[in-house]
C-alpha cells in the first residue's frame, strides 16, 4: 500500500474513533416524568437526574404537571431531538400505543419507570422497573385485617385515576379483604396521590361515617398524612381511634409513625435511578431484557419507626 493510502487510512480510522468516543460520552436520553405530586416523586426524578449526571449522561428532562398528553408531547420532542433513549414514568396505564409505535420506528427505546401500560405489543417498550402494586395492595389488606383482627370498616384513599399504582393496590388489598366478611370497605375514593386531596376526601368520610370509621387504607403516604390532619380535626386521635396503613415510606411515613399518628407503611422505593439507567445501556447495547425488572418492597411499622428512620434513603 503506498505511503499516501496508508496515511489516508490512519486518518480514517483515528477520526472514526475521536467520533465513536464522543458519540459514547454525548448519550442523550429523554425523561418523561409525570409532575411533582408527591415526595415519592420527587425523589425518584432526583434518583433519575442524580444516576444521569453520575454517568455522564445529557437528561432533557420533562414534568408533564399529571397530564398524559404533555408526557406524549415530551416523548415526540426527544424522538424530533432525536435522543438515544426516553424513560418514561407513565401517568395512566393507557394511551400509549401511537406516541410508542414513533419511538419503535425511530428506533428508539422505551424504559418504563414506577409505573405500567397496558399495551397488547409489549415490544413498544424495551422494559418496565417498578414495584409490584398487587403485592403492596395484599401486604397492606394483610397488616390491616390482622391489626383489626379481621373485622371492621375500612375506608380507602385512592391514588390518581387510571394509574397502575392505584389499580394494582386496590386489587392486591380488596383480595385479602374479601377474605374477611366481617371486614369491609365502606367508602373509596381518589385522592390523586396528593396531600390536599387526600385531606378533603378524608374530611368527607368522617362527615358521612363519623367514628364508625375503624382504618383507613391510603394509596400513598402523601394522602395519609392528609388524613391524619382531618382526623385530628375531627377529634378523633389518628393511629388509635382509627388505624392507618399506607403505602411509599416517605420521611414524613417515618415522622408520622414516630408521633404514633400512622401504624404502617408499606415500602414503594423511589430511588429508580441506578436499575433505570442499567437498562438503558442494556438496551443501548442491543441485549435483551426481562419485560418487568421488580423493585423489591418491604413492610415499615410504628413499633420500629425510631430505629429504622436513621438508615432511610428517601
Ligand atoms: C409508585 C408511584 C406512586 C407513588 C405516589 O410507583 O407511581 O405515584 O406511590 C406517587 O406517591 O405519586
Excluded at 448519550?27 to 437526574?49: H, L, N, Y
Aim: net charge neutral; charged share 25%.
Amino acid at each position: 500500500m503506498s505511503g499516501k493510502k496508508s496515511y489516508i487510512r490512519l486518518l480514517f480510522i483515528a477520526v472514526f474513533t475521536l467520533l465513536f468516543s464522543f458519540k459514547a460520552f454525548a448519550i442523550t436520553v429523554g425523561f418523561a416524568q409525570i409532575g411533582a405530586e408527591s415526595s415519592w416523586r420527587t425523589a425518584e426524578t432526583q434518583s433519575i437526574k442524580e444516576e444521569a449526571q453520575k454517568r455522564g449522561y445529557t437528561l432533557k428532562f420533562s414534568d408533564a404537571q399529571q397530564k398524559q398528553e404533555n408526557q406524549i408531547k415530551a416523548i415526540r420532542s426527544f424522538i424530533a431531538q432525536g435522543v438515544d433513549a426516553i424513560i418514561l414514568a407513565p401517568v395512566v396505564e393507557t394511551g400509549w400505543e401511537r406516541v410508542l409505535r414513533e419511538a419503535k420506528k425511530a428506533k428508539i427505546p422505551v424504559i418504563l419507570v414506577d409505573r405500567g401500560i397496558a399495551v397488547d405489543d409489549d415490544s413498544l417498550y424495551y422494559t418496565k422497573v417498578a414495584s409490584d402494586f398487587i403485592f403492596e395492595g395484599r401486604l397492606a389488606g394483610s397488616w390491616l385485617a390482622q391489626a383489626l383482627h379481621g373485622q371492621g370498616k375500612v375506608v380507602e384513599l385512592q391514588g390518581s385515576t387510571g394509574a397502575s399504582a392505584a389499580i394494582d393496590r386496590q386489587k392486591g388489598f380488596k383480595e385479602v379483604v374479601d377474605l374477611f366478611p366481617k371486614l369491609n370497605i365502606i367508602a373509596t375514593q381518589n385522592g390523586e396521590f396528593t396531600r390536599t386531596k387526600g385531606k378533603e376526601v378524608m374530611e368527607a368520610f368522617l362527615k358521612a361515617h363519623g367514628n364508625n370509621i375503624d382504618a383507613v387504607y391510603a394509596h400513598n403516604d402523601d394522602m395519609a398524612l392528609g388524613a391524619i390532619q382531618a382526623i385530628k380535626d375531627f377529634g378523633m386521635v389518628p393511629g388509635e381511634d382509627i388505624k392507618l396503613i399506607s403505602v411509599d415510606a416517605v420521611k414524613g411515613a417515618f415522622e408520622a409513625m414516630i408521633d404514633g399518628d400512622l401504624n404502617a407503611t408499606v415500602e414503594c422505593n423511589p430511588l429508580l435511578g441506578p436499575l433505570a439507567f442499567d437498562q438503558v445501556e442494556l438496551a443501548l447495547a442491543g441485549k435483551e431484557a426481562p419485560k418487568w425488572v421488580v423493585q423489591d418492597d418491604l413492610i415499615h411499622l410504628r413499633e420500629n419507626a425510631k430505629e429504622t428512620v436513621a438508615s432511610r434513603k428517601y
